[in-house]
């Protein structure tokens, strides 16, 4: 009893383990499969539910009657390359019979060119590689094979036949299909036409009695010109209306047989083609032109002009004309306007000053009356053949485009001169500039006729340079000023009149004229006459001869000079330097004082090499640029000492200070509306920040008496810090330690951040996802532990400190560093023994009770 009650856990473990199999399943189609002599035959088997390795082999045998003892023949299998019998090696190795796997549990026999011989029961045998012997391991399927009773004709003549059409003529092809079948089978005929490379369908009758046309051809089969007809004598016609150039090609007919399975299923048992036309299809010739090329026509006169077509259609057929008008002779035909159109029944579209009559059977005339020059442009006629179909409708077989005809209306234009004259002109920068565009000797100038101005600037260049104009402003047709970028800014500020002081005069003021408005200016008067639809087009454009605005001047001149008061200083020490400033030509100048430094090109906290630093404008208004520095917010200085010379302080300098700085000044003239315009830039030379210096040299490195630890130990990592050169009192120096972790053997990943110690003592981790916890401490003046409890598999890779020196000087100031980086060690976390150990026991206590053979056999997946 007492080994009874011991066993009971054991026991019940089994039986769960028992409770969650399902046993092996092996699939292969319902039967019997009906298949056709001389076709191909593909039997699908396939196993679920196993165990073992995830790649099964299969094996297939064959029966002829095994209800009458008949012994399974062995065929063909996955592993075993002498599994095949003597009487089906010869089809084997000709590949005449081949195992096809489709994936790791499934696999199909294939058999080519099936005989009567083949028909019996083939079996798919699995062999075992389950721990326990369980399920089905073979599964048997019939194949029944009949004779070939499907027979297929295209036409009575042996070659494929070629139909000449028209456009829009109909025709009829024929394909015969019957069968005499032992078995009850259903015929899938369908139509295919080819016009290139690939066949596509056209519409089909399938063996369940379905028609089923193609999407290109279904609007076709539901409007009744495409028919599939099932007639006597086996015959299935297809039968296509109003042929279509794209029906040009090559028609196939199509024939499949299927059989119904057991399981209610249909199968495809064969199929056959044959060829039964080509079809050629002549396109309808349709010509359209008009009569008249280019034409002109005077404003307020008419437009005449006459669409012809030409056809080698006979017969019934209607025309549709419609006249388009265009700006452009390259927009589309959804771009155009569309003026009139008559249809097949000759009913023409109403307008007012526009008519269309039929001339005679192939001219239509288009009248316009009462042109404007709105009605320049392109013009061309689109004409459409219809012909009536057998149900009553028309059908479109041919559509044409004349080319454009170029309509050129001229307009009743007035005749006037423009003349520009500089009513003021500047004989110093910031004096106003006056400028009159006035229009002369107006002729035809009628009631509906506007005058619009646009002013104009241009450099004065020499005669072999490119002249570029720039507006200035330009009025719209109904007198809104538009303002050109130049002067947006100006105008909108009122340094920039634009003004209209009489009917013939247009003026330009500038209020304060600058060095930039230098230059020519001109005027352009554009006349602008009102049309029928209640606009304004512009019908002549006049420009003035320029005015030249110019004054004697010399060019700014401005020269910076910087100078270092000390010229050696320690770091701790406050640097400072002066900036003397000399100016020509500039009336009475103010100026603006930037300084910047130039840093090495590691310094990180600015890679573009040079820092803003601190600037004083023109009003000697300071203002702290990029100067970062938490510690010394207050440590730079600048002032103006006289009107051009300034003085720049940094104190309690730092190593990281070094570089080359210098003053960049811009002198600032008085401008009009007490504004400040800018004049010229000038950079003085560079003066030098280099800290000659012996003190100490910091070395870090890291080290641990066992980097490979276990899971869930602890594992020590020491950042040590040497010094060499000077000596210096551990009261003296202080450090920030940071310490980081590379997630690889490798160091080319982007290291993360596990803690740090800063000089105050203050310490920072990051956020950890693991059960793993990290310290950090110092034990040493020079030495900084990082421990890592309770190791994990994330906290494998490879670990560095980073380390930022702080020196105290002599006079009590701290000094940072150069940043050190240690060379990293690798932390390798390994899995405990005992942990395999617990796997292997309970494997084994899945085979207790088991003799060795069936150990062996369900391990191992031995044939039993």
């Excluded at 036309?277 to 010739?285: E, F, G, R, S």
């Excluded at 930037?594 to 203002?623: C, F, M, W, Y």
């Excluded at 950079?683 to 003190?695: A, E, H, M, R, V």
């Excluded at 000596?727 to 940071?738: G, I, Q, T």
Aim: hydrophobic share 35%; with cysteine; charged share 20%.
């Amino acid at each position: 009893m007492g080994h009874r009650g011991e066993n009971a856990p054991l026991l019940l473990l089994l039986l769960s383990l028992c409770a969650s199999c399902h046993g092996r399943i092996v699939k292969v189609p319902a039967g019997p499969l009906v298949r056709v002599e001389g076709t191909e035959v593909v039997i699908p088997c396939n196993v679920s539910q196993y165990e073992g390795p995830i790649e099964q082999n299969f094996d297939w045998e064959f029966s002829t009657n095994p209800a009458q003892d008949s012994k399974f023949v062995h065929i063909v299998s996955t592993w075993d390359p002498w599994f095949t019998s003597q009487e089906y090696k010869e089809r084997v190795n000709r590949k005449e019979i081949t195992l096809r796997r489709n994936s790791n549990n499934s696999v199909e026999l294939v058999i080519g060119n099936i005989c009567p011989t083949d028909q019996g029961m083939y079996r798919c045998t699995t062999p075992s590689t389950d721990a326990v012997f369980q399920g089905n391991y073979n599964a048997v399927v019939e194949v029944k094979v009949i004779a070939d009773g499907l027979t297929i004709s295209g036409s009575k003549a042996r070659s494929t036949s070629t139909w000449n059409l028209s456009e829009g003529d109909s025709f009829q092809l024929r394909c015969s299909a019957y069968t005499n079948s032992s078995e009850h089978t259903h015929l899938y005929v369908s139509w295919e036409f080819k016009n290139g490379l690939a066949w596509q369908k056209i519409l089909s009758l399938t063996h369940e009695g379905k028609f089923q046309p193609s999407s290109e051809y279904n609007d076709r089969f539901i409007s009744g010109d495409v028919r599939l007809d099932a007639m006597a004598n086996d015959i299935y016609r297809l039968s296509m209306s109003q042929a279509l150039p794209t029906d040009e090609g090559a028609y196939m007919c199509r024939v499949s047989e299927w059989v119904k399975g057991v399981d209610g299923s249909w199968q495809k048992i064969q199929e056959k083609t044959v060829d039964v036309a080509n079809v050629v299809v002549q396109p309808t010739a349709l010509g359209v032109f008009i009569t008249r090329s280019n034409v002109s026509v005077t404003e307020r006169d008419s437009l005449d002009l006459t669409c012809n077509f030409t056809t080698d259609r006979s017969g019934i057929f209607q025309v549709e004309i419609t006249w388009y008008f265009s700006e452009s002779p390259d927009s589309s035909l959804a771009e155009a306007q569309v003026l009139l159109s008559a249809d097949w029944d000759s009913v023409v579209s109403d307008s007012t000053l526009i008519s269309l009559s039929h001339v005679d059977r192939s001219s239509y005339h288009l009248l316009v009356r009462d042109v404007g020059t709105e009605d320049s442009g392109y013009y061309f006629c689109q004409a459409a053949l219809w012909v009536p179909q057998h149900n009553g409708s028309w059908h479109k077989v041919a559509e044409r485009m004349s080319v454009p005809v170029t309509v050129e209306i001229l307009a009743l234009e007035p005749n006037y001169q423009v003349f520009l004259k500089a009513a003021k002109t500047p004989k110093f920068s910031e004096d106003p500039t006056e400028l009159e565009c006035r229009i002369m000797e107006a002729q035809n100038s009628e009631a509906n006729i506007r005058f619009t101005v646009a002013w104009y600037y241009r450099l004065p260049v020499r005669s072999d340079e490119v002249v570029k104009n720039e507006l200035l402003a330009t009025m719209d047709a109904d007198w809104t000023l538009v303002i050109g970028d130049r002067s947006k800014h100006r105008a909108q500020n009122g340094e920039i009149i634009f003004s209209k002081p009489t009917v013939d005069t247009f003026r330009l003021r500038i209020q304060w004229t600058s060095e930039a408005d230098r230059g020519d200016y001109y005027c352009v008067i554009s006349s602008w006459s009102w049309q029928r639809n209640n606009s304004w087009i512009k019908i002549k454009d006049v420009a003035s001869m320029p005015v030249s605005i110019l004054w004697s001047t010399q060019d700014y001149v401005l020269t910076v000079e910087a100078v270092k008061l000390k010229p050696f200083f320690m770091a701790g020490h406050t640097f400072e330097m002066t900036c003397k400033v000399s100016s020509q030509n500039i009336k009475t100048p103010r100026y603006s004082v930037l300084i910047t430094a130039e840093k090495h090109l590691n310094d990180q906290s600015n890679p573009n090499g040079t820092t803003r630093i601190i600037s004083l404008n023109q009003d000697s208004v300071v203002r702290r640029e990029d100067w970062t520095d938490q510690d010394r917010v207050d440590g730079v200085v600048l002032e103006k000492v006289q009107e051009n010379e300034f003085r720049y302080r940094m104190y309690q300098t730092q190593i990281s200070d070094a570089g080359l700085y210098r003053c960049v000044v811009t002198a600032w003239s008085p401008g009009g509306g007490g504004l400040w315009r800018e004049a010229v830039n000038g950079l003085s030379n560079p003066i030098q920040i280099d800290f000659q210096t012996s003190g100490p040299v910091f070395n870090v490195s890291v080290h641990s008496d066992s980097p490979t630890v276990y899971r869930g130990e602890l594992v020590n990592l020491v950042c040590i810090i040497t010094i060499e050169g000077t000596a210096l009192d551990p009261d003296d120096m202080s450090f920030d330690v940071s310490w980081f972790a590379v997630r690889s053997i490798t160091t080319d990943r982007d290291p993360v951040f596990l803690t740090s110690l800063d000089r105050k003592g203050i310490v920072t981790q990051a956020r950890r996802n693991g059960s793993s916890d990290v310290s950090l401490e110092r034990i040493t003046p020079l030495e900084f532990r990082l421990r890592v409890h309770g190791c994990e598999d994330h906290d494998f890779g490879n670990h560095y400190c980073l380390v930022t020196p702080w020196v105290q000087s002599a006079a009590g100031i701290w000094q940072q560093e150069m940043e050190v980086k240690s060379k990293p060690i690798l932390v390798t976390v390994k899995m405990d023994d005992r942990s395999w150990n617990s796997i292997d026991t309970f494997v084994n206590s899945c085979y207790l009770n088991l003799t060795w053979t069936e150990i062996v056999t369900k391990k191992w997946g031995l044939r039993r």
